[in-house]
């Protein structure tokens, strides 16, 4: 990694972080200041990033990863939400919510994996099925 895209990663994403503070601090709404708190400042400097040094079939893995990212945050604010109702340990609910995090996106990802790679075994089968029967058909024919 460049020095120079490290800088521009911590310029993105401290000032995403610090224009979602303001709003947290400035908001009279608290829902809002909830709503910029999940905002997805990693993800589009990655995808920024990649996309300018590798192009956009790679910043679109990145974009597709971050898809199984965001199921993991949806896990992790209904963990962390949970257990400090539950607890009222704020430090414990964020520990539980971050190893939720990364073992839902993880499981997500392999899931999906699993079913892309059945879908592509019913292609396959389904176009040798065809073939085979096309074969057959020209044998009839011919005969």
């Known amino acids: 990694m460049h020095s120079k895209d490290l800088l521009i990663r911590f310029i993105l ?18 829902i809002l200041a909830g709503i910029f708190a999940a905002f997805p400042a990693v993800m589009i400097t990655a995808v920024l990033m990649v996309g300018i040094s590798a192009g956009s079939q790679h910043a679109a893995k990145i974009a597709k990863g971050s898809v199984y990212g ?11 939400w949970t257990s400090l ?14 190893i939720l995090w990364l073992i839902s996106s993880i499981f997500v990802s392999n899931v999906r994996e699993k079913i892309g790679a059945l879908s592509s075994q019913r292609q396959t089968k389904g176009v040798l ?3 085979v029967s096309l074969n057959h058909s020209k044998k009839k024919s011919v005969s």
């Open 13 to 30: 994403g401290g000032g995403a972080v610090a224009i979602s503070y303001l709003v947290t601090v400035l908001s009279p709404w608290e």
């Open 129 to 131: 099925e065809q073939q």
């Open 85 to 98: 109702k539950i607890t009222g340990n704020w430090m414990l609910s964020i520990i539980l919510g971050l």
């Open 70 to 80: 965001m199921i993991g945050c949806a896990i992790c604010v209904i963990t962390v």
